[in-house]
C-alpha cells in the first residue's frame, strides 16, 4: 500500500522559494515506473496540477509554472520534491503528492494522494 | 478560471440519479479518452472514481459511473445517498502545454 506524506514549511515570504517533499512509503520511485504528481488547492478553490516527475526523473509540467518550478526525484531517500521560485500570495494553498500507482497510467490520473501540506506565502 | 468546465452545484434527493457535466475542447475531452474524476469531502484529499473515462478502481460502487461524447464528460451517480455530498473534479490529459487539466469542481447536495 503506497503512502504519500508531504512536508515543508509551512509559511513562506513573497518572493522565496517554496520548497516541499514527499516521502513515499510502501513502494520504491526508482522501481516503480510511475509518474508522481504536485497539485495544489487554494482555500475554497479547485485543483490545479502543477507538474509531475517520471521514476527516472523526466518531468512533465504546466505552462503556467514551466518558468518557476522544478519537480525532481531523490531516490535514496525515496522523496520527491517540489521548489516554485518568486512565490507570491497566490501560491497560499494546499499542496497534494499523487500518483496513479500503476506503470501504465501515465500522467492522465492519480489514485494515491497524500493528505496535503498546507502553504501561505506572506511577509 | 479552470481549463475544463464543470456546473459549479447540483442536488438531488436521495435515492436520485444525478449527472454532472464536464465539458472540454477538441485537444482534450475530444481527442483523448483519458477522462478521470474525483471526489473530496470537506478536510480530505481527492478521491479516484473513475479514470479512462468509464473505469472504476477497485473498490468504487457501480452507483457511479462515467461517459464521453465529444467534448464533454459525464459522472453519474445513481441511488444517491447522504454520503454523496462532496465536491466532485473532472480532469483530462490534454494536447496543449498543459498535458493535465481539471475542472473547477461540482459542489454535490444531498436534499
Known amino acids: 500500500q503506497l503512502v504519500l506524506q508531504e512536508s515543508g514549511p509551512g509559511l513562506v515570504k513573497p518572493s522565496e522559494t517554496l520548497s516541499l517533499i514527499c516521502t513515499v512509503s510502501g513502494g520504491s520511485i526508482s522501481s516503480s515506473g510511475y509518474y508522481w504528481g504536485w497539485i495544489r488547492q487554494a482555500p475554497g478553490k479547485g485543483l490545479e496540477w502543477l507538474g509531475s516527475?517520471?521514476?527516472?526523473?523526466?518531468?512533465y509540467y504546466s505552462a503556467s509554472f514551466k518558468s518557476r518550478l522544478n519537480i525532481s526525484v531523490d531516490t535514496s531517500k525515496n522523496q520527491v520534491s517540489l521548489a516554485l521560485r518568486s512565490a507570491t500570495p497566490l501560491d497560499s494553498a494546499l499542496y497534494y503528492c499523487?500518483?496513479?500507482?500503476?506503470?501504465?497510467?501515465?500522467?492522465?490520473?492519480?489514485?494515491?494522494w497524500g493528505r496535503g501540506t498546507p502553504v501561505t506565502v506572506s511577509s | 478560471q479552470a481549463a475544463l468546465t464543470q456546473p459549479a452545484s447540483i442536488s438531488g434527493s436521495p435515492g436520485q440519479t444525478l449527472t454532472i457535466s464536464c465539458t472540454g475542447t477538441?485537444?482534450?475531452?475530444?481527442?483523448?479518452?483519458?477522462v478521470s474524476w474525483y471526489q473530496q469531502h470537506p478536510g480530505h484529499a481527492p478521491k479516484l472514481l473513475i479514470y479512462?473515462?468509464?473505469n472504476r478502481p477497485s473498490g468504487i460502487s457501480d452507483r457511479f459511473s462515467g461517459s464521453k461524447s465529444g467534448t464533454m464528460a459525464s459522472l453519474t451517480i445513481s441511488g444517491l445517498q447522504a454520503e454523496d455530498e462532496a465536491d466532485y473534479f473532472c480532469c483530462s490529459y490534454s494536447g496543449s502545454s498543459t498535458p493535465v487539466l481539471f475542472g473547477g469542481g461540482t459542489k454535490v447536495t444531498v436534499l
Open positions: 499523487a500518483t496513479p500507482g500503476t506503470t501504465v497510467a501515465g500522467t492522465r490520473y492519480f489514485h494515491h
Open positions: 479512462d473515462v468509464a
Open positions: 477538441d485537444i482534450d475531452i475530444g481527442t483523448y479518452n483519458y
Open positions: 516527475v517520471y521514476s527516472n526523473g523526466y518531468t
